[in-house]
Structures are given as C-alpha cells and as structure tokens.
C-alpha cells in the first residue's frame, strides 16, 4: 500500500493544519490581548470554535474508518472507527470528566501530587476505556491482512501521540496550574491535540486510495523520499513493458 503524497493529499494536510494555526493565534490574542474578549474563541472553551472543528475532524475520522470497515469488512478498521466515535462523543458530552467524577467520589479518592482526587479518577476512566479499545483493537489486529496492520501501526503511533498531549500533558498542566507559565502547557496540550488530530484525519482519508495498490507497502512518509515532481503529479508507476525496453 503506497500513500500518494500528490497536491491534493499535501493541500489537504496543509489546510487542516493552517486552520489549527489560526484557532491556536486567536487563542492568544484572547489569553494575552483585549483584542478579543469573546470565551468561543479560546481552546479551552468547550463548545468553542476551535472544540469544534476539533468534533469535526473526529467525525469525518470515524466515518471514513466506518467506510473503510464496510467495504473491506474489515474488524481492524471498525475498531478504529468505534474508537474515534468514542473520542468525539467523550469530547462532546465530556464523559471522561463526568465519569472521572463520580468515580473519584465513590472510590474517596485523596488529592497528592498537586492533583485533584478528580484528576485521578479520569485517569481511571480514560485508562480503563483505552484498555478497551486496544484490546479490541490488538484482537482484530490479529485476523486483519497485512495493509491493515501497517495502517493500524501508523494508527498507534498517532494515538500515543494524542495521548501525550491529551493526557500526559494535560495532567502536567493540572499539577502546575498555579505557576505563571501554565498557561504555557495549557497552550501546548490543547495544540498539540488538534495538531494530532489534524494529521490523523489526513493519514485516515488517504487510506482509501492507498488501499487500491494491494501490492505495494507503506513508505517511510518522509518529505525527503519523494522528488519535487513526485508531490506534483503523485507517485506513478512504470509499466512493465517500459521497464524491458
């Protein structure tokens, strides 16, 4: 399976990751200026501008890994795409946090390490669920051919990535919360996450195409791997006959 890195492909990552730009420099001009007072444009806010493009790109994600499951009747896929439906209803109805909550209440979980007994029982949940999925993710890995598993190892890679931000990061920005440069972390986890889930979109909505070239393996996905004429006009193949002659 080859990704073609074509103008198409490339325009598409680059816009989804300039419109992360813009959200993140708004953000800032909200956080350090009085240029903008509005809360909708913050990162932080919920139901946000930018919270939104964020449940926009996990939708367009898990319906193109549903696609992708139906067509192939691929497992590997489907858990994918249950996984990503997760994350936008978990970020949308804040399941994690509601959850983390109760759990911290029922469990009396105490506060150490600068981190509220809720904090923890997030941790919990979020844990918990992403044992779930990876489970079922690794379960279905096992039955699933050779392009899935190369594309659901891409997968994993971009999930620890989110992960990192999302909550490594995240529990970091809670335990310094009252240290001048938190807002910093804050900063950072929040970018970091639709950065992330920007690359994730694009990765996913090139899997289509890439799945078509069952005889090919995935490239290193390095800039450098392909010439200015490659990313112009996409990787073309030289047919056998040309390649005797």
Known sequence: MKLK???????LLYLLLATDFIFISLHILYKATDFISDPLFSLEQDLGYAEVFQYIKEYWIALCLGLLAATNRSLVYLSWSLLFLYLLVDDSLQIHETWGESLSQHLSLSPMFNLRMQDFGELIVSSSIGLFFLIL???SYKFSDRLSRKSSKYLIGMLLSLALFGIAIDLVHVAFRSFPMS????LLEDGGEHGVMSVIAWFVFLLPEALQSKNSVFPSMSWKDHSHEDLKSGIKR???SQKQS
């Open 137 to 139: 993710i690794g379960t």
């Open 238 to 240: 030289i047919p056998e």
């Open 183 to 186: 807002s910093l972390l804050g």
């Open 5 to 11: 890195l074509n103008n198409w492909s490339t325009r």
